[in-house]
């Protein structure tokens, strides 16, 4: 695991504050964010903020804030050689008081939702947007989940990987903070703000020879 603060320079970083399209307005209401698969991925649900999907910098130009930060964050740490990178899965969130993410690993969520069968991303990135001294935790996990197992997300087989409170991994919300480990392998949750909004945004780093299902069905989108 990697907690880097204060990551991004600070003009990079005002500027993700300042665009109006960078992270959501809301994810709508209720305590529980993203409780169904894929739920802010359909144009016409009440919140629009979709998984969006690039090749790379290497492959295609970094043309929009976004991309930059991709760039910006996984320039110089990928463990792996460009060819062997199918590219970068990403997205934003914005969390109202109350609101929190429950226990989950960033899976392949299409091929779940057809097969039921589990894969992950290799490895993944959290970055913080604006600053809020409540703005909660982000709680890791002890076990992680193997990939092509069947069925590994039902509530009957999370239930014994959560670890107890005191086991847990406690990273406090932090603005323009980084957190780079295993997300689409090991449970994580969060804990909600007590005030303020905390604001998101995910990155999963996918290898070539595991590609995410929405690839093959044109289910991502692109800037």
């Not at 305590?31 to 295609?60: T, V």
């Not at 057809?114 to 996990?141: A, M, Q, W």
């Not at 919300?173 to 303020?196: C, E, Q, W």
Request: charged share 25%.
């Amino acid at each position: 695991m990697i907690i880097l603060d204060d990551f991004l320079d600070k003009d990079l970083y005002l500027k993700t504050l300042e665009d109006s399209d960078f992270y959501p307005e809301s994810m709508g209401d209720g305590d529980k964010i993203a409780a169904d698969l894929n739920n802010y991925h359909n144009e016409q649900a009440s919140c629009y903020a979709p998984y969006m999907f690039w090749d790379g910098w290497w492959r295609s130009p970094a043309n929009t804030l976004k991309k930059q930060i991709v760039q910006n964050i996984w320039g110089s740490r990928l463990a792996y050689q460009h060819d062997d990178i199918l590219g970068f899965e990403y997205w934003t969130r914005t969390y109202n008081p109350g609101q929190y993410l429950q226990t989950h690993v960033d899976e392949d969520t299409f091929l779940y939702a057809r097969d039921k069968i589990f894969t992950g991303p290799i490895t993944g990135s959290v970055l913080y947007g604006c600053e809020n001294k409540n703005g909660g935790y982000i709680e890791i996990h002890k076990n992680a989940l193997l990939d092509g197992t069947s069925e590994a997300l039902e509530k009957e087989n999370t239930r014994n990987l959560v670890s107890d409170i005191e086991d847990r991994e406690r990273i406090a919300y932090k603005g323009n903070r980084l957190i780079i480990f295993d997300v689409g392998h090991v449970m994580h949750n969060t804990t909600p703000a007590l005030s303020g909004t905390r604001q998101v945004m995910i990155i999963n780093v996918w290898h070539k020879n595991n590609p995410p299902l929405a690839l093959a069905l044109n289910e991502f989108y692109y800037e």
